[in-house]
């Protein structure tokens, strides 16, 4: 709330600023106040945003706004399109931090939903962790989407790599990720070769610390469970692949 009341004052303080729609950032400056502020962090891209005078900086991952000479800087705020009802800085940080599908060692995913289906999700996803197991209950529901589970357990979770080890290592192994994950079961380990350390290189490579974390069909990245409604409005979002 607080950087929702920041962006609307930072608004209200400049109200000829809607009508400003020829300001142009100025770069060099944006650049120098960002490094001073957010600590040497570099500049990758300044862009205009929606709001006339209200400047996106890009740095890594990260998107910050700016006036437009940098002498005022918004952190950790989001811009909401409250017409749309859409996360326009979301949508933004899913554009710029997409995954390249060809990193994603399929084979190494326990498969499931529609094997057919047109429209494809992968998730990392760690046995124990609470909010997996919610979003698994809500994956039951989901239709006309494939599925590709990452198992990805988490350190601090006592038993999430024992159990992803039994998933990998089952005859069936979503029905096993079931079992643990809605059915609370508590299998051993099982012995087989797993490819849990190839996806936990690949994970820390995506940048990716915490679970679920979704990838689009065409490479969004998303962290957190969904409702099936909005799962399924978000993948059909996706570009077809050129």
Known sequence: MRTL???????????????????????SSIRTHVAEVLRNSAVDAVNPTPISGLFEVQSGRNIFYSDADGSHLIVGAHIIDSIAKKDLTKARQEQLNRVDWKLLPLDKAVISGDKKASLKVAIFTDPECPYCRKFEVELAKLKGVKIYNFLYPLSFHKHAKRWSTAIWCAKERHKMMVDIMVNNSDPAAGSCDTPLAEIETLGKKLGISGTPTLISGDGRLSAGGKSVAELKAWLQESKPDK
């Open 5 to 27: 009341l920041f962006i609307l004052s930072f608004l209200l303080v400049s109200p000829a600023s809607a009508h400003d729609s020829h300001i142009k950032a100025d770069l």
